[in-house]
């Protein structure tokens, strides 16, 4: 009488195969997937702007608190949109009621330059330094979806008179040095050909 062992077809085998291959797929993406980022291709900083990674302490706080004044800015004035149809910028005095800072005068405000902000402009906001420490004078234009924010670097800055007009051109000639939120190439250039954000 023969006896022969037969193995039950569980596929037991098959899957220990399966699972070899995708372990081995899953191990060359990984060691592959470095190779194969496409990178942002990084503008060069124009001579009227700096990067955020180069400010100080005082400057990135201030700059932290007015992006975070700019959507609250944008989202009152939609609500004025929504309620009768044309939009109105808030006043000042609106800003300090809804407690968005930098805007209110509390401890804060004192230590980080003591701002006295004014409505330029509709959208407009510029703050000028009154105490020797603190941020820099800025300016904050509220027009685009992402803030653009402009320093007076070394107080160089030419002040904004109200109701003037603002734009980019006038921020430049009045000396006035836009913040770039995004990386930037090392070399830095005037005369390269890049966007800059708003």
Not at 8 to 21: H, I, M, T
Not at 41 to 62: C, F, G, R, W
Not at 130 to 137: E, I, R, V
Not at 138 to 165: C, G, R, Y
């Amino acid at each position: 009488m023969i006896r022969q062992s037969v193995r039950s077809d569980n596929g037991d085998r098959e899957g220990k195969w399966v699972g070899l291959c995708i372990g081995l797929i899953l191990l060359i993406a990984f060691v592959l997937l470095p190779y194969h980022q496409a990178k942002e291709p990084e503008a060069a900083l124009l001579s009227h702007q700096v990067a955020i990674n180069d400010l100080s302490p005082d400057e990135l706080a201030m700059v932290a608190e007015l992006r975070l004044a700019h959507e609250e800015i944008r989202n009152l004035f939609q609500d004025t949109v929504l309620e009768n149809g044309t939009g109105s910028w808030p006043k000042l005095n609106e800003l300090e009621e809804f407690w968005i800072a930098p805007f209110v005068k509390d401890k804060s405000w004192q230590r980080k330059g003591r701002h006295q902000w004014t409505l330029v402009a509709d959208g407009t906001y510029q703050g000028l330094r009154q105490s020797d420490s603190g941020s820099m004078s800025i300016v904050l234009n509220s027009h685009t979806k992402a803030p653009d924010i402009w320093l007076a670097m070394d107080d160089q800055a030419k002040p904004f008179e109200t109701k003037q007009k603002v734009d980019e051109q006038q921020l430049i000639s009045n000396g006035w040095t836009q913040i770039v939120f995004q990386p930037v190439a090392e070399n830095t250039s005037s005369s390269a050909n890049s966007t800059h954000s708003h």
